[in-house]
């Protein structure tokens, strides 16, 4: 299953972009979050040297119905919120993509990585851009999982070649030699390596930003 990593922008008018613009040294990791009706709750670590300043600042901010400091050390705070333009996460819950904590934010850009398929992907990507949402892929890459990529028979394959030495340099089996040890026909154990090695190929390129 894919996993994507987002940069959206999220709209001047919604505090934390506000907040996280007016503040860009500041960075808030939002670790928990989830829609109530069309407000949304969540809890944000927020990060920055003048962090009595960026407190300072909620009250003032449109957006936040409540905001309660749950811990403040020297340079962090955490703290719980309610606001109304949970944008990001409606279109999460629309779209039924998995919340993945955390959600970054640095200077008005969320970044959030999502693993679904790609169909609810897709949809994310429409629930975002309905909600004048912005937002640029960073990366898709996919689990190179053996279910996912290669059979059964041609996991068993490529282990077996691996052990007998088939991929050494230089090799210590060759390919009569390892289809005669499964008992398989030479172009069974040709087509066989092929396909595997042509989708670990693929798993690789999809998991590998070059």
Not at 76 to 104: C, G, H, I, K, Y
């Amino acid at each position: 299953m894919p996993t994507a990593t987002l940069a959206v922008t999220i709209p001047e008018s919604v505090w934390i972009a506000e907040l996280s613009t007016r503040f860009p040294e500041a960075t808030w990791r939002v670790l928990a979050a989830l829609p109530d009706g069309e407000t949304g709750v969540g809890l944000v670590e927020i990060t920055a040297e003048n962090i009595a300043t960026v407190l300072s600042q909620l009250d003032d901010t449109g957006g936040v119905r409540i905001f309660e400091v749950l811990h403040r050390g020297e340079n962090r705070a955490l703290v719980q919120f309610e606001t109304d333009e949970p944008l990001v996460l409606l279109s999460m819950r629309n779209s039924r993509a998995p919340f993945e904590p955390p959600v970054t934010v640095r200077d008005g850009v969320a970044t959030l990585n999502i693993t679904a398929s790609r169909d609810r992907l897709s949809s994310l990507g429409e629930q975002l851009r309905t909600f004048g949402l912005e937002f640029d892929v960073r990366s898709i890459h996919t689990s190179a999982d053996d279910d996912s990529v290669v059979s059964e028979e041609q996991r068993r394959l490529i282990e077996t070649a691996l052990e007998r030495g088939y991929y050494d340099t230089p090799r210590e089996c060759t390919l009569t030699e390892l289809a005669d040890h499964l008992g398989i026909a030479k172009s069974t154990a040709s087509e066989r390596l092929h396909r595997a090695e042509g989708a670990i190929i693929r798993a690789f390129a999809d998991d590998t930003e070059f």
